[in-house]
């Protein structure tokens, strides 16, 4: 009897129990003023009816002072009591929830200890977007700790990154449905269920929720958890007993359709239509829904109805019709209850005040959805400006007979040009534009020799009064016999250029002669009559250079008895 015991627990160790269907990790950061709001949502999730091969973990995380004080895991079991039942399985005592490896850390240990078909996992607590001050709100914060999820500074997409990946993503938080957050989030989760407005303290219904999980489509799961938040606080519903009016939102998002999404956005807010009539934009505002902080956001979708209202016929800017379209396959479902607009979506940052532009644009910038450019976009809606901040010298170094100049954009929420004017001025010199990528901090241009002693260097934008000059000194030293071959190495053939500088001494013949690593001549050009200064071979324009292949090579120039030589490597 004894041996068909071991037998069987050495079978058990080695082939452990089947995968289950679903398995929901619900991470509770209620070390804050919350926490009695987790209590009753666990106990909630043991009243519920749990479906076979459903696993329900919880992390709960609670202050000192409550009655579930520190950090424990539990595994949900049935239960009807007003307390918590279930079985703790690990106690780990003060944690931080505000770190994203602690929310990270209990994903990666709750499907390693309870792998299923279907993930979700629920982040639990207080919400405020992407924004708010830097020692309150955004998302989980951990009182004791003095700690938060930040979005805007990439930690709540790292705590995400590098789990195994989601079916659904849920924010049982406020005001986290937005076009900011699921940006940072996409990568992780096939569907992102959320409230673009605030979340009433009671959070969602899971004793409605924990049944639909016998179904195992992650899409049909996420449309009836929608139905059932909004449901919950109908007049008499299981969230509102007492018939409030409670303006709540909810909806389920196709992650898989953003970044088509995205690009369209971009596209459409940036086209000649828009980008030139942000006051258009600014109209459209006032008849908007405004929800959160400071009324700052308002609704994707209300958003894009009212710009079709100004384009009324689809050929007008089909553009707008394509992301009215994307935008629909990215919504699975939505709605709202008690607000007379049409919402529920999702929000986008949309400040009501330039004052809040300006405070918070910088930090906007570092969100992932910044790279679509729509605070560009916010900024000409508040214009006109003030003048725009001058660029910044970074360095200047004369190679052979010309000035090369490097500077950095300065940091500002739209697209701008530089003008470069020689002085002093002479008849007939004209001003240089420069136009560096939006985004792009470093930028560099070359100025031949002239007789000019200075430069003056501003930031242009067509909405505002061009930038306080940059004024940059130059200073020249006559060159020396010399060859240089750049890139190098040539990592880019189309750029590849052999310069060199004669000066007025030195005449004859010119040639150059590339040679491979054997010393065969591979190339070569000849200048019967080389002019005194700077000259220029494009390699790039060689159709034989572009045959070579990858090694070091020898550029040699000979004139007269005069000979250089130059080492260069194309990898």
Known sequence: MKQALLILLGLVLLFPAAAADWTILVYMAADNNLWPNAVRNINEMESAAIPSGTEIIVQTDMPEYSDYPGCQRR??????????????????????????NTL????????????????????????????????????????DAEDLISVSEGELKQA????????????????????EVLAEVMHAADIVIGSEEQVPSAGFPYQEIVPLFADLDAETVATQICQKYLDSYLPGGSHNPYGFVLPVTC????????????????????????????????????KLWEMNTAYNDVDVGELLSELQAIYSWPWENPLLEALVQKWEACVLTSGSLDIDHNVGSAAVWFPRHQQHYDVWWQRYAKLDFARYRWFQMLHRVYGPHGKPPRPELVSIRQVLDSHWIELRQPDYPDSLWYTVVTRPYQDGAQAIFLTPQFGQQNFSFSLPHGNWQWLEIRSVSPWSPDSDSLVVTLEYVDPEFELLVSP??????????????????????????????????????V??????????????????????????FILSLKIGNNTLVRKFAIP
């Open 75 to 100: 595994r949900i079991r049935r239960d009807y009591s007003p307390y918590i039942m279930s079985t703790v399985l690990e106690d780990l005592g003060t944690v931080n929830s505000g770190d994203p």
């Open 104 to 143: 990270k850390d209990f994903i990666n240990w709750g499907f390693q200890k309870y792998p299923a078909q279907r993930k979700m996992v629920v982040i639990w607590g207080h919400g405020d977007n992407w924004f708010k001050s830097d020692n309150w709100k955004w998302i989980c914060p951990d009182e």
């Open 160 to 179: 995400l990154t590098g789990i195994p990946h989601l079916d659904i993503l849920l924010f049982d938080s406020c005001s986290m449905q937005s076009l």
């Open 251 to 286: 909806s389920a998002i196709r992650t898989s359709a953003l970044s088509a999404f995205y690009e369209t956005w971009k596209s459409f807010f940036l086209s000649r239509e828009i980008h030139f009539f942000p006051s258009s934009l600014a109209a459209v505002r006032e």
């Open 488 to 525: 190098n190495p040539a990592w880019d053939r189309s750029r590849a250029t052999a310069r060199w500088f004669l000066p007025a001494g030195i005449t004859g013949r010119l040639e150059l002669a590339l040679y491979n690593s054997r010393g065969q001549k591979v190339l070569n050009k």
């Open 527 to 552: 200048v019967d009559q080389p002019e005194a200064g700077e000259g220029f071979w494009l390699l790039a324009t060689e159709p034989e250079f572009h045959k070579l292949g990858r090694g070091t």
